[in-house]
């Protein structure tokens, strides 16, 4: 089944993500014991996505990376001089790269962004030389427990930075983060003691450490997600106050909404037949979706045949009112193609609902699956229809 799970998704999970905007690949533990917990977590290639501490700060080569979930956050990834950048007279100036030893870091969480499934913070850089200091790009960011030994890696968030000029004596600049909860994704979880970011070139300089308690998964899922570093506009030392985000309703629950499974042979590959989920929410009540619902195969008597993983980067929360409809691409392995045995589902489950406590919403879907329950749908991330 493992080996299934990885040739298709090198088939399958190339073509369904092109068609996502260009998101990377992101990994799920597909939804368990009944497709009440899948929790997606982004896993780009070696090469792009580690945040390593050797990565950080390279020297500034363009100011848009073409995929925007695979951004490593190597921070320094700096543009091609622009007009903008001509205009500027602190770029003009020409400060220098800011160093490690420039900086001091503080951790700070933000409930107005934090969710049941994800707490945010940012990451405030302040710089305490005599001397203006540039930085483009994202920091580098490990957590770390008491010992200093590294818990995991964050992830880059997010396509474009923009030059940061942080003025001397108290300029700051800050990154935005998010920080998934591990009991979301039932991974296995150690809190860290502390988080060291990196600015130096090439992680040259140690990092900058500040104290933060923060649960972290240790068994390789990524939960740690940090964004660029943006200048702080104020006077230095002073850090504006976040702007009041636009009230949301409630996320939607599995019983506000409707599933109807569309065929879509255009996101068909070899191998792999393309589909659309769309999420009707069928009540007068607005509700919040974003993310990816956890989605399961299963038979006339509702046993359980098939999973699913989820592809995309996840992208803003939108709003559903009465009528409006949400919609999920996909893609499924074709059982001829991986010689199983193959009988025809029944329909799709698909759990909306915050840590599966709903129900579910179900959709027919007579899709040919595996007989073993080898069967992993490919999935992406909801977006307004």
Same mark, same amino acid.
């Given at each position: 089944m493992h080996t299934k799970r990885v040739v298709f998704r090198a088939i399958a999970g190339a073509a369904l993500t092109a068609t996502l905007a260009g998101g990377s690949t992101m990994v $799920? !533990?597909?939804?368990?014991? /009944?497709?009440?917990?899948?929790? &997606?977590?982004?896993?780009?290639?070696?090469?792009?996505?580690?945040?390593?501490?050797?990565?950080?700060?390279?020297?500034?080569?363009?100011?848009?990376?073409?995929? $925007? !979930?695979?951004?490593?956050? /190597?921070?320094?990834?700096?543009? &091609?001089?622009s007009q903008a950048h001509k205009d500027d007279h602190a770029w003009q100036a020409g400060p220098d790269h800011c160093e490690d030893w420039n900086l001091t870091v503080d951790y700070r969480e933000r409930a107005d962004r934090s969710t049941p499934e994800a707490t945010a913070f940012d990451l405030v850089f302040t710089n305490v030389g005599s001397q203006p200091c540039s930085f483009d790009g994202w920091p580098g960011l490990v957590a770390e427990d008491a010992d200093g030994a590294t818990l995991t890696w964050a992830l880059a968030s997010g396509s474009t930075s923009t030059l940061a000029v942080l003025p001397p004596n108290g300029g700051q600049a800050v990154a935005e983060g998010t920080a998934a909860l591990p009991s979301v994704s039932g991974c296995a979880e150690a809190t860290s003691d502390r988080l060291r970011a990196y600015i130096s070139s090439d992680g040259a300089g140690g990092g900058i450490v500040d104290d933060a308690r923060i649960p972290v998964c240790t068994d390789g899922t990524w939960t740690l997600w940090l964004g660029p570093l943006a200048a702080v506009h104020g006077a230095p030392g002073e850090v504006a106050p976040p702007e009041e985000p636009e009230p949301l309703p409630a996320k939607c629950q599995d019983e506000q909404l409707s599933l109807e499974f569309v065929a879509r042979p255009d996101l068909s590959v070899a191998g792999a037949s393309g589909f659309e989920l769309v999420f009707t929410n069928t009540t007068d009540t607005q509700c919040s979706i974003w993310g990816w619902p956890g989605l399961v195969v299963e038979s006339a008597d509702n046993t359980?045949?098939?999973?699913?993983?989820?592809?995309?980067?996840?992208?803003?929360?939108?709003?559903?009112?009465?009528?409006?409809a949400a919609i999920v691409l996909g893609s499924a392995p074709d059982p001829a193609a991986w010689g199983c045995e193959a009988v025809t589902a029944d329909h799709l489950r698909a759990y909306v609902t915050s840590d599966g406590a709903g129900p579910g919403v179900v959709g027919t879907a007579q899709i040919p699956v595996c007989a073993d329950g080898s069967t992993v749908l490919e999935i992406g991330p909801f977006t307004a229809a």
């Open positions: $799920a !533990a597909a939804a368990d014991g /009944g497709g009440l917990h899948a929790i &997606a977590v982004p896993s780009a290639s070696v090469a792009t996505s580690e945040v390593l501490a050797f990565e950080a700060s390279r020297p500034p080569t363009t100011t848009t990376v073409d995929d $925007a !979930a695979t951004t490593v956050a /190597g921070p320094g990834d700096g543009p &091609a001089t359980r045949i098939g999973s699913s993983w989820t592809v995309g980067d996840m992208g803003e929360p939108f709003v559903l009112a009465n009528g409006d």
